[in-house]
């Protein structure tokens, strides 16, 4: 199954800032984006659930230090993002 991947307006402005500041992660970035529209299962991804203040959320890796905090709408195939950064910029 793969999935469409929308983004938002929030989450464009968000990356391009994120992209200018970690521009060697661009590749690694877009190769997470494709492994989501592929297989957001995929074990690389380690997608979990959030919960508390982010519950309904979801977060996928883009590797050990950085995230990628997404709305998973499973039913109509998109995949909505919504965050990245640090592990503590998105989940503050």
């Keep these: 199954v793969s999935y469409r991947i929308v983004f938002t307006e929030s989450y464009n402005k968000k990356t391009s800032k994120w992209l200018k500041k970690h521009a060697v992660l661009r590749d690694q970035y877009l ?11 995929h074990p690389s991804l380690r997608l979990h659930k959030l ?42």
């Design 51 to 92: 919960s508390g203040r982010l519950s309904g959320l979801s977060s996928v890796s883009v590797n050990m230090s950085y995230r990628i905090t997404l709305e998973l709408m499973i039913q109509d195939g998109d995949i909505v993002l919504i965050n990245i950064g640090s592990h503590d910029e998105v989940y503050k």
């Design 31 to 41: 190769k997470t984006l494709q492994l989501i529209e592929l297989d957001v299962n």
